[in-house]
């Protein structure tokens, strides 16, 4: 089994990388992250005629979040439960060959002292209600996607740069230490507990380039979903392409 996630920043801009990056690695599950298009304009045709199931919530310019399958998609939701009036599209679930995957665009914030926060904040608390819920109705669980927080010093290339900055702030550590608490694992840090594994990079300076980046970019995995895991790793391949996404794509396969 392979399950794999991307913020491909604009689905339109990227389809061709997309579907030769699906031809090439051939996941079970492929959550797609800012795919910055109206429900309408999805290219669902594009993705059957060759072979691929697909669900997603389309938003105009901003969000936007699509679950890619091999077999087809049950019981999706979209959104959180917790909050019902959230007009940015930024959640989709669905159980796949018996797997639960939630797929989230979490929220920014900004800085730490924007609004923006606030609804981070606000956000990431109802995400914990809805993932606890979600959890106890199905053992077999993924929640993957950007989530817009690199969670130790050791995901972040310069940690004394961004110490208390967005992204790496002790709060937001502490809310993604709270979803792992409801009984996920980083399934990245399963496989490869050390070392530098960046999922992002900022386009300006050459930041790419220079290997200065950020592991926000994750896969969240529960207890019955750690047997067989085998190999995590972000394919830096797909962000050194030409006009890539600012973010890799971060694959975990099971034995």
């Given at each position: 089994?392979?399950?794999?996630?991307?913020?491909?920043?604009?689905?339109?801009?990227?389809?061709?990388?997309?579907?030769?990056?699906?031809?090439?690695?051939?996941?079970?599950v492929?959550?797609?992250?800012?795919?910055?298009?109206?429900?309408?304009?999805?290219?669902?045709?594009?993705?059957?005629?060759?072979?691929?199931?697909?669900?997603?919530?389309?938003?105009?310019?901003?969000?936007?979040?699509?679950?890619?399958?091999?077999?087809?998609?049950?019981?999706?939701?979209?959104?959180?439960?917790?909050?019902?009036?959230?007009?940015?599209?930024?959640?989709?679930?669905?159980?796949?060959n018996?797997?639960?995957?939630?797929?989230?665009?979490?929220?920014?914030?900004?800085?730490?002292?924007?609004?923006?926060?606030?609804?981070?904040?606000?956000?990431?608390?109802?995400?914990?209600?809805?993932?606890?819920?979600?959890?106890?109705?199905?053992?077999?669980?993924?929640?993957?996607?950007?989530?817009?927080?690199?969670?130790?010093?050791a995901?972040?290339?310069?940690?004394?740069?961004?110490?208390?900055?967005?992204?790496?702030?002790?709060?937001?550590?502490?809310?993604?230490?709270?979803?792992?608490?409801?009984?996920?694992?980083?399934?990245?840090?399963?496989?490869?507990?050390?070392?530098?594994?960046?999922?992002?990079?900022?386009?300006?300076?050459?930041?790419?380039?220079k290997?200065?980046?950020?592991?926000?970019?994750?896969?969240?995995?529960?207890?019955?979903?750690?047997?067989?895991?085998?190999?995590?790793?972000a394919?830096?391949?797909?962000?050194?392409?030409?006009?890539?996404?600012?973010?890799?794509?971060?694959?975990?396969?099971?034995?």
């Open positions: 089994m392979k399950i794999a996630t991307w913020n491909v920043n604009s689905l339109n801009v990227r389809l061709p990388q997309v579907a030769a990056w699906l031809a090439e690695h051939c996941p079970d492929l959550a797609l992250q800012e795919i910055k298009l109206e429900q309408d304009n999805f290219p669902a045709a594009a993705f059957r005629l060759s072979g691929w199931h697909a669900v997603w919530a389309g938003q105009k310019t901003y969000n936007g979040v699509a679950i890619i399958s091999r077999h087809e998609p049950a019981d999706v939701r979209i959104g959180l439960p917790d909050m019902p009036n959230d007009p940015q599209r930024r959640v989709i679930a669905a159980t796949i018996g797997v639960r995957v939630i797929n989230v665009y979490c929220v920014n914030g900004e800085a730490l002292d924007s609004p923006k926060f606030d609804y981070k904040r606000q956000w990431f608390a109802a995400l914990a209600q809805f993932v606890e819920r979600e959890l106890a109705a199905h053992p077999k669980l993924v929640l993957l996607g950007d989530f817009n927080i690199a969670p130790t010093d995901d972040v290339y310069d940690p004394v740069r961004w110490r208390g900055k967005i992204l790496c702030s002790t709060e937001e550590r502490q809310w993604f230490t709270r979803l792992l608490n409801l009984g996920l694992h980083d399934a990245l840090r399963q496989i490869h507990p050390d070392g530098a594994h960046y999922t992002w990079w900022d386009y300006r300076g050459g930041m790419f380039q290997g200065l980046g950020l592991r926000i970019d994750h896969i969240l995995i529960s207890n019955a979903m750690l047997p067989n895991l085998h190999d995590v790793y394919d830096t391949d797909a962000r050194a392409q030409e006009r890539p996404s600012d973010h890799a794509p971060v694959l975990a396969q099971w034995a």
